[in-house]
């Protein structure tokens, strides 16, 4: 209900300026991009995630709406390596290093920068979502035989998953938030999804684990206490009750 549907090219920047300046929006969730690598090819898919924040993000900030956006746990550059390596730390904070080796990855580094661009120029807030793989209710992949029992399947993002409704309530406690400028919060469970510790699943799959390493437990790789401090969100779903529900 109370929803109003416009469909626009967002790789066409008039058009885009044009949809905002008429609808003038208290504030702009982007969640528009093709969401993997793999399936285009990798100049479309760069072309296509980067133009289109740069339009959205530009137009938002012209007429002064904040922006809460879909990053990537992809922009760290984990998955798509050559050779998924060790992280810098453990757990992954927003402030490890950004390295991506694939054209997805990529456009998520540059989408972010664009955020970075738009608040210093404009008196908006941005904030950029890093999620991992998403489940759905009843649908939770990450917990299919063939994922669990093989660890090869998962250790791309070192088994790290997160729940869509959890998603959702971060994307509103983003919204909620008063902070200036960019900020970008990891999206991720609150553990791992093969429910095993982690410090011996990297140890046993990579053959070491980063010297800066302080988790415990089945915890997951990715650290979310910065969403906890600045935007009172901790991830609420895990696969032990969410799977089914």
């Known amino acids: 209900d109370d929803v109003e549907y416009l469909a626009v090219d967002l790789t066409d920047a008039g058009a885009v300026f044009d949809i905002f ?31 289109v924040a740069y339009n959205v993000l530009t137009a938002a900030g012209r007429i002064g709406a904040d922006v809460v956006q879909a990053s990537s746990d992809g922009a760290y550059g984990f998955f798509f390596a050559e050779q998924t390596p060790v992280p810098d730390e453990l757990p992954i904070t927003e402030e490890h290093a950004l390295r991506p080796e694939d054209p997805y990855g990529l456009s ?16 908006i807030s941005v904030a950029s979502l890093r999620p991992s793989w998403i489940q759905l209710p009843g649908e939770y992949p990450c917990r299919d035989p063939e994922y669990v029992e093989n660890p090869d399947a998962g250790a791309g993002n070192y088994w790290s998953y997160v729940d869509v409704r959890d998603v959702v309530d ?10 200036d400028g960019h900020e970008a919060f990891n999206c991720v469970g609150p553990d791992n999804a093969l429910g095993e510790p982690l410090e011996a699943l990297i140890r046993e799959q ?29 991830p609420a779903h895990s696969w032990k009750t969410a799977a089914e529900s």
């Open 21 to 51: 300046t008429a609808t003038d929006p208290d504030a702009v969730v982007h969640w528009a991009a093709i969401p993997v690598a793999g399936n285009h090819a990798g100049v479309e898919l760069y072309r296509n995630n980067t133009l």
């Open 108 to 123: 998520k580094v540059v989408t972010e920068e664009i955020a970075k661009t738009v608040t210093r120029s404009d008196d």
């Open 206 to 234: 990579f053959g070491d684990v980063p010297e800066d390493c302080t988790v415990e437990g089945e915890a997951s790789a990715y650290s979310t206490a910065k969403a906890e401090q600045m935007l009172d969100w901790v």
């Open 170 to 179: 971060l994307v509103e406690a983003a919204l909620a938030a008063d902070f």
